[in-house]
């Protein structure tokens, strides 16, 4: 696979997780079980958004678009700052070198 499919790969399986995750939540009756599915999803969507920001650095890459939706049940980020953008570029540069 190419550095390209691989994420679209990862991106496509990680989709199916959250999806899954979700059906899933309905289903959970413990207050502590639901914190522990909800954590998950918060970090299956923290990868997913890594993943765009890896892709978009790749060579060639012809997909500009914006990361994925923040799904229902959470929350915006807050405003960022310039050094937390930067810092988060600088994130993406160094998860690009693998």
């Given at each position: 696979?190419?550095?390209?499919?691989?994420?679209?790969?990862?991106?496509?399986?990680?989709?199916?997780?959250?999806?899954?995750?979700?059906?899933?939540?309905?289903?959970?009756?413990?207050?502590?079980?639901?914190?522990?599915?909800?954590?998950?999803?918060?970090?299956?969507?923290?990868?997913?958004?890594?993943i765009h920001c890896m892709a978009?650095?790749?060579?060639?890459?012809?997909?500009?678009?914006?990361?994925?939706?923040?799904?229902?049940?959470?929350?915006?980020?807050?405003?960022?700052?310039?050094?937390?953008?930067?810092r988060r570029l600088e994130g993406?540069?160094?998860?690009?070198?693998?």
């Amino acid at each position: 696979l190419s550095r390209q499919e691989l994420l679209r790969a990862l991106n496509t399986m990680l989709d199916h997780v959250l999806h899954r995750l979700m059906a899933l939540q309905q289903d959970i009756p413990k207050a502590q079980d639901l914190e522990t599915v909800n954590r998950a999803k918060q970090n299956i969507r923290g990868f997913k958004n890594n993943i765009h920001c890896m892709a978009q650095l790749l060579p060639g890459s012809s997909e500009r678009t914006e990361p994925p939706p923040i799904g229902p049940g959470t929350s915006p980020s807050p405003t960022p700052t310039p050094d937390t953008f930067q810092r988060r570029l600088e994130g993406c540069r160094f998860l690009h070198g693998y």
